[in-house]
């Protein structure tokens, strides 16, 4: 079979950085082809040329045998490719069908056929499986139901070949199943799927070719059949990587610091109770829409409508009196599920976003001190190995897996004693999700606490002390790590 | 071949970035340039003077506002409080003192910048609701000056203070200038070097994350309000020096030539990015600009167009760096 699009020797440099050279690459037909890579290899970048948003220093991109140009991205759709982008792209104050049809609204053009829209959204929405109304602004979603949404949008053009930057980092059990089936689809209609998923079970089982990419270049592609883990890893790393081993049984029982009497929060959680030792990790799994980050949130002073109490290093706290500067002052500090919108200053430089929750470590009498914020900056990027050109870039220009990690920086960087953590590894490579596992160990065995929420629950059982499932605003079901597989988690969060 | 391809493009983009970012200053300079060989009188001591005095009453508010900029807000209430604190002043010195005239206004500033701010609090407001709320305020303010003065201009005592405004001066520099410079560099250092700088920059960046990040968003607010009406009073007391009497509509407009000062220095009106050097750069563009203007003989309207240009090529410009950036 002749592959639908070519690239040939693209290169792309940024100030400072050479994102890609001479990357060449070929997709077929009705395959769905993975790509994996360290943050920072250039996957997103070579995404973006493919489909018009940014333009290639050199190189040729071939589609369907004639050498063609992606002046604008509207010009990669009219031939047929559509984008799924790492950073959602969704207008936040338009509803989920306005977003999806953006620009091609139907009916006339004084005149725009809402039936007719929100038939059509309704219809793309069902066959990618999420359960939203076309007709909810998209500032009122949860970051996985955005996902189903980018999703559909790039289904509705029609396209020949839909690329897809990490749609799954958001996922889990049934959510996940319906992206693949819906990725099934496309290519039994012949469509080309480019798949990119720091997850590697993921790209082994769903992928028929699989590209690796490394420092700007793919350095090798290999059919499924001659696709293991080991050998993902070492062409992504370089080097093989040590994986984390599941967490030995906890040491002893230690006193309570945060014990949550009772939360409840309009119809979305009801009358939540768990408590957190010292030391401890506790897990919190369940789907989309189970409650998980209002938990977090609320414990976090986020959720103004929150109600009831909690008692944090044995004194009394009202949900109603809490709020996030309270919080970070009293030793608790969150990191949000949403890094564009909530955790990131995306175009001020690192350094700003790393110090910002909490100032008087780099000051003095109220005046700041530059070269220790420089120097507490810098020590972050080199532990959490942020691929950046220094701590005064901004956070914009840096690959979606290394903005995460500017974000968990800047948690640590408030020393709390309390760490909510939502999605700490979304988008985070193989490499660098060890490290922070690590960084989360070390910090348990200092006698923090942490709260772990992950929609990869691969990752929650051997990193947690305990795990407890959330369906549908209430707990559900309590597990002690070494007893919690994934077939007991999926039970329990589906009912 | 790649690599010169590409250090071009840096270079290109380098130059660009320098252009819209030193540019309110190179025009400065290139305003200068030209006044001095349109007119021999433009680099006279003279001239220099008026100019220096005619920019102070604008200049620190445009300070003040500078400050509600950056941390995200905007104040249309300066206008009010200006009038306000130049007929208060003059109406209780005869009968409480200079001293204690001074303090009431200056309380009065801080009072206001207060309410602003709790206003804005409780409603949650964002920079949309500022304009509202401050709009809203200054013209309750705009009101109380005109009955409070009956509408009419009220005579100056001078008072040692006053009269040094009004034609004092340090070392060939009008005291009303000396004023400004002393405010520049006190508001610089602060928003440069400290703690409370650095979350003016963080709540004007993104509420939304500085919220999430501890930083007390509404109550920074507050303080560059409270900033911005303490610079309008001593605007006001510039202008009743200077005019020799207080009137009640001396703040009418004002509001406006200020945040165009700022923004013509390249202070972003959407919060984050900023600094006082950069407004006192706007300041003196506008400030030469009108010189040249009226040296050259044209009148106000023409003035007045000349300053509308300069507005929008300076948001263009913004705009244009922006778009650079990302
Ligand atoms: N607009 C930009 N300006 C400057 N540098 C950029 C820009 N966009 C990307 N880069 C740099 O290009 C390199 C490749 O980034 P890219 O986003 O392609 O990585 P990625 O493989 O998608 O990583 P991740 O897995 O973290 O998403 C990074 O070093 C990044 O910092
Ligand atoms: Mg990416």
Known sequence: ?495 | MNATVNSAVRERMHVRFLLSDAGPLLALILLMAIGSMISPVFLSKGNLYNILSQIAVLGVGALGMTYVMISGFFDLSVGGVLSLAGVLVVGLQPSFGFTVALLAVVAMGVGIGCANGLLLRTIRGDFGASIMITFGVGTILAAVALLYSNGYSMTVQYSRFLSWLERGGVAGIPAVAVVLMICAAVLHVILRYTVLGRYMYLAGASARVALSSGVPVYTIRTIALCMSALMAVIGGLMETAQTASASPVAGVGYELDVVAAVAIGGTSLSGGWGSVVRTIVGVLLVGVLNNVLILVGLSTPEQMIAQGLIILVALITDRQRKSNLS
């Open chain 1, 1 to 495: 079979m002749e592959p639908i699009l070519r690239i040939k020797g693209i290169s792309k440099s940024f100030p400072g950085v050479q994102a890609l050279r001479n990357v060449s690459l070929d997709i077929f037909p009705a395959e769905v082809h993975g790509i994996v890579g360290a943050n920072g290899a250039g996957k997103s970048t070579l995404m973006k040329v493919l489909s018009g948003v940014i333009q290639p220093d050199a190189g040729e991109i071939v589609w369907k045998g004639a050498q063609v140009r992606f002046p604008t991205p509207l010009a990669a759709q009219r031939q047929g490719i559509a984008i799924i982008h790492q950073e959602f792209s969704l207008v936040p104050t338009l509803s989920v069908a306005e977003n999806i049809f953006l620009g091609r609204l139907a009916g006339k053009p004084w005149k725009v056929s809402w039936r007719e829209l929100y038939d059509e959204a309704s219809a793309l929405l069902e066959r990618v499986g999420a359960k939203v109304h076309p007709k909810t602004l998209v500032r009122q979603l949860r970051i996985a139901d955005m996902q189903f949404v980018e999703i559909a949008k790039a289904l509705s053009f029609r396209a020949e070949i839909v690329i897809m930057d990490e749609p799954s980092a958001v996922l889990s059990g049934p959510e996940l199943q319906s992206l693949f089936r819906t990725i099934e689809h496309l290519t039994q209609s012949g469509v080309g799927v480019v798949y990119i998923s720091h997850r590697l079970e993921e790209i082994t089982d769903i992928c028929e070719r699989i590209s690796v990419m490394r420092d700007g270049q793919v350095v090798e592609t290999f059919p499924r059949a001659e696709a293991n883990r080991e050998r993902i890893i070492r062409g992504i790393a370089g080097a093989d990587i040590q994986e984390m081993e599941r967490r030995q049984e906890s040491q002893g029982a230690r006193e309570v610091v945060l014990d949550v009497v009772n939360l409840s929060l309009g119809h979305k959680l009801t009358n939540i109770r768990f408590s957190l030792r010292r030391g401890e990790i506790l897990g919190l799994a369940g789907l989309v829409g189970s409650g998980r980050s209002e938990i977090a949130r609320s414990l976090f002073g986020l959720e103004k409508n929150a109600v009831g109490e909690f008692m944090l290093n044995n004194r009394r706290i009202r949900f109603q009196q809490w709020s996030p500067r309270k919080a970070i002052q009293h030793g608790i500090t969150m990191l949000p599920e949403d890094r564009k919108n909530e955790g990131l200053l995306l175009s001020h430089p690192m350094y700003m976003n790393v110090t910002m929750t909490r100032l008087p470590k780099v000051s003095r009498k109220g005046w700041m001190q530059f070269r220790r914020e420089i120097l507490a900056a810098e020590n972050f990027v080199e532990r959490l190995r942020i691929k950046a050109p220094s701590v005064h870039a901004r956070p914009l220009t840096l690959s979606g897996g290394n903005q995460q990690k500017v974000v968990f920086g800047k948690c640590l960087f408030s020393e709390p004693q309390v760490l909510i953590l939502d999605e700490p590894t979304r988008g985070v490579d193989i490499g660098a999700r060890q490290e922070i596992y690590h960084i989360i160990r070390d910090l348990a065995a200092e006698g923090k606490s942490i709260l772990l929420i992950s929609s990869d629950w691969a990752e929650l059982m051997p990193l947690c002390d305990r795990i407890i499932v959330i369906h549908e605003g209430k707990v559900k079901a309590e597990f002690h790590a070494h007893e919690a597989d994934v077939e007991k988690i999926m039970q329990a969060a589906l009912n």
